[in-house]
């Protein structure tokens, strides 16, 4: 089963920047399109970022559009998401998972579970 690890969050002030890291240590990233996805409290999951593996394209939210990044290191077999100018709107927990795509119109499908997660906390 594919498994995906989280790691990255923090508490940082709006204005902010934060690297989350997604891992896995029994399969290959590279060979998987993966997505980034966040919870906020008492709000639906919603997808905010991809990354095919054929072509290294993205997909990116509006809401984070021009202040996220999302890449790959093949090397390190980890997946990370640069997040600067951070806002408060930006609290959640941050989810990565594989999916069967990533398009102009946004994350395909996840397969797999959900990992933990890890926490981003935007405050002053």
């Known amino acids: 089963q594919v498994q995906l690890v989280e790691s990255g969050g923090g508490l940082v002030q709006p204005g902010g920047s934060l690297r989350l890291s997604c891992a896995a240590s029994?399969?290959?990233?590279?060979?998987?399109?993966i997505g980034w996805f966040r919870q906020a409290p008492g709000k639906a999951r919603e997808g905010v970022s991809c990354i095919n593996k054929s072509d290294g394209s993205t997909y990116y939210a509006d809401s984070v559009k021009g202040r996220f990044t999302i890449s790959r290191d093949n090397a390190k077999n980890t997946v990370y998401l640069q997040m600067n100018s951070l806002k408060p709107e930006d609290t959640a927990v941050y989810y990565c998972?594989?999916?069967?795509?990533?398009?102009?119109?946004?994350?395909?499908?996840?397969?797999?579970?959900w990992g933990q997660g890890t926490q981003v906390t935007v405050s002053s």
């Open positions: 998972a594989t999916l069967l795509g990533c398009g102009p119109r946004g994350l395909g499908p996840k397969f797999g579970s």
């Open positions: 029994r399969f290959t990233l590279a060979n998987y399109v």
